[in-house]
Structures are given as structure tokens and as C-alpha cells.
């Protein structure tokens, strides 16, 4: 079945760059996101990107895919606290007439000042 | 501003009571979901709904009911029937099923 896994915790300093990474199982998805959770809110999309593309920079963030080994990472460059937060990882693959979005457990940044 | 206002923020259960989770947006969004969050793990979907009164269930139906009578509400009833009912609940919307969803602030739901 379709399945999305991303490491639960990541550390960095601040000033320095992220790499959040995901992996997942379906091949025909159509879009892969990123989304930000702050404590107590809900997600905010961050950015996404099309299963034929290979990156997608925005600002500080960079979006690559490697699609021969499922694999998505997001870059935050020049780290913040206030990017502290949980990072979902989500896939959307047809099923049917729906586009199902399945999300990963979520990456856990924490932004050491 | 367009967005999605989910309400209450905070809403207790008594045991045997159903309680009804709001969530309206003013995207002029087709589509709508329902998502459950827990601790430590992803979403899981509940409904979602394409069009106005047109609903389908999600992976973890059981013990929820909605409607959509209304392009702009998606309201979430969580029956007695779901025996594990505290969580974050999370509403969303998109343009049509295949665009990405945007969400709104959650609500948080506990049993007394």
C-alpha cells in the first residue's frame, strides 16, 4: 500500500542549512508537498512539486526529487527558530476520482539559537 | 481575507453526546476534507466531499457523519459511536481533488 516515512527528529543550528528528507512507495503520485505545522495551528502549505520535476527553489527553501529512488528533501537555508516546527511530508496519487494525499508522521525541527 | 475558519478552537465531550466541529471557508474552494491528527503521526483522512452534497468516506470513517449542503461548509459531527474520539481535527480545502489542500487552525477535542 502507499506509505510515506520521514524521520521524526531534526536538530540544526541556527544559521546554518536543513534538510528534512521523505521517502515513499507510490510511484504514479502526481504531486508532492511540503507542509509546515506550528504548535497548536494547522498546516501551512509550504511549497509543492510536480512528480516531473526534479526542484523547485523558492527563496530560502529547495525542493529536490529523485523519483528512481522515491525520494523527496526539502533545504531550508540560513535556519531561523522561528522555523521551528513539524514539517509534513505528503504525496497525492489517483485513486479512483480522487486525488488521495497521504501524509508522512511529520519531522520535528528544532532551531537551536 | 480568504481562508478557513474552523470553530470551536477547544471542544469537550461528554460521554454518549455527539458534538459538531464547524468549518467554513471562503475560497470559493470546490473540494473539502476532514482530516484526524493524533500524537506522533500523520493525518488520517475522515470524508471528504468533490461538491456540493456529494460526500465520501475516508480510511477512518466510522463513528463520524458530515454534510455539505453548502459550497462554503463542511461540517464534521463526531457521534458516541467513535469510542476514541480525542484529537486534533483538521479541515481543508482545494480548488478541485487534484489541486493542493489548505487547512485550517484545527480544533481540539477531549472527552470529560
Known amino acids: 500500500g502507499e506509505d510515506v516515512e520521514q524521520s521524526l527528529f531534526l536538530s540544526v543550528r541556527e544559521g546554518d542549512s536543513s534538510v528534512i528528507n521523505c521517502t515513499y512507495t507510490d510511484s504514479s503520485s502526481t504531486y508532492l508537498y511540503w507542509y509546515k505545522q506550528e504548535p497548536g495551528a494547522g498546516l501551512q502549505l509550504l511549497t509543492y512539486i510536480f512528480s516531473n520535476m526534479d526542484m523547485k527553489q523558492d527563496q530560502r527553501l529547495t525542493v529536490l526529487l529523485n523519483k528512481k529512488d522515491k525520494h523527496l528533501s526539502l533545504r531550508i537555508a540560513d535556519t531561523q527558530t522561528g522555523d521551528s516546527a513539524i514539517y509534513f511530508c505528503a504525496e497525492s496519487n489517483r485513486e479512483t476520482s480522487y486525488d488521495k494525499v497521504i501524509f508522512g508522521p511529520g519531522t520535528s525541527l528544532s532551531v537551536i539559537p | 481575507d480568504g481562508g478557513i475558519t474552523q470553530s470551536p478552537k477547544y471542544l469537550f465531550r461528554k460521554e454518549g453526546q455527539n458534538v459538531t466541529l464547524s468549518c467554513e471557508q471562503n475560497?470559493?474552494?470546490?473540494?473539502m476534507y476532514w482530516y484526524r491528527q493524533d500524537p506522533g503521526q500523520g493525518l488520517r483522512l475522515i470524508y471528504y466531499s468533490q461538491i456540493v452534497n456529494d460526500f465520501q468516506k475516508g480510511d477512518i470513517a466510522e463513528g463520524y457523519s458530515v454534510s455539505r449542503e453548502k459550497k462554503e461548509s463542511f461540517p464534521l459531527t463526531v457521534t458516541s459511536a467513535q469510542k476514541n474520539p480525542t484529537a486534533f481535527y483538521l479541515c481543508?480545502?482545494?480548488?478541485?481533488?487534484?489541486?493542493?489542500?489548505?487547512f485550517g487552525d484545527g480544533t481540539r477535542l477531549s472527552i470529560l
Open positions: 481543508a480545502s482545494s480548488i478541485g481533488v487534484s489541486q493542493p489542500q489548505h
Open positions: 475560497l470559493n474552494h470546490d473540494a
